[in-house]
């Protein structure tokens, strides 16, 4: 065994990721305080929108950096135009998949990519008679799958090539969260290859492999 050395993710790539972890936290703290709201008692209600006015705008300025930021870096802008291209994916998944991949270099195969990302499929079974629904294999960060995942659901419902994909699946006996994991990593199959080929998405490159 001879692995590749370990590199430390360029600097450029480890802000990005910074940014994005830091909108995932700024987010869900204003998801907590909305719930508060709803069965807050009258008397803190005007403390908890206060929170909220600043944590939106707080939201709305790392957004704004997070977009500068890949700017600024001709490879993260060449990279985010190209992922932009393909249905489903919107500013948040794209800096997120750059945030965590870095480089498209990095990986030898899509399927090596899905691997990092922890969508690879892993059969659970007991002896030669027990088995479980299949599962994903967890790898990377879990914020990357997340962020896939929207993608994903609106891919199934949008895309006519990928919703004749899961109505084979769903014949074959899969599961439901098998069906949007399978989806899932497609799209990072598509990801990959638009990285890879430096061309946007094509759908009827995709039908070919659909």
């Given at each position: 065994m001879q692995p590749k050395a370990w590199k430390p993710k360029p600097k450029r790539v480890r802000e990005?990721?910074?940014?994005?972890?830091?909108?995932?936290?700024?987010?869900?703290?204003?998801?907590?305080?909305?719930?508060?709201?709803?069965?807050?008692?009258?008397?803190?209600?005007?403390?908890?929108?206060?929170?909220?006015?600043?944590?939106n705008n707080e939201i709305k300025q790392v957004k704004k950096t997070i977009k500068q930021h890949i700017k600024d870096h001709d490879d993260l802008d060449s990279d985010s135009r190209l992922l932009l291209t393909i249905p489903g994916i919107a500013d948040r998944t794209m800096a997120q998949v750059l945030g965590s991949i870095g480089s498209v270099e990095h990986f030898e195969n899509a399927k090596q990519m899905a691997a990092f990302f922890g969508l690879s499929p892993k059969q659970h079974s007991s002896g030669s008679s027990v088995k479980r629904h299949t599962r994903l294999s967890k790898i990377e960060d879990a914020r990357v799958r997340k962020a896939l995942y929207m993608p994903a659901?609106?891919?199934?419902?949008?895309?006519?090539?990928?919703?004749?994909?899961?109505?084979?699946?769903?014949?074959?006996?899969?599961?439901?969260?098998?069906?949007?994991?399978?989806?899932?990593?497609?799209?990072?199959?598509?990801?990959?290859?638009?990285?890879?080929?430096?061309?946007?998405?094509?759908?009827?490159?995709?039908a070919k492999n659909t």
């Open positions: 990005l990721q910074a940014l994005v972890a830091r909108l995932d936290a700024l987010q869900a703290l204003a998801q907590q305080e909305a719930n508060r709201l709803d069965v807050a008692q009258p008397c803190v209600k005007g403390s908890i929108i206060t929170v909220q006015a600043t944590l659901i609106v891919t199934m419902r949008h895309n006519p090539l990928i919703k004749t994909f899961c109505e084979r699946l769903k014949a074959a006996g899969k599961a439901p969260m098998a069906i949007i994991g399978a989806v899932m990593r497609k799209l990072v199959h598509i990801i990959y290859g638009i990285l890879k080929s430096r061309k946007p998405f094509d759908p009827n490159i995709i």
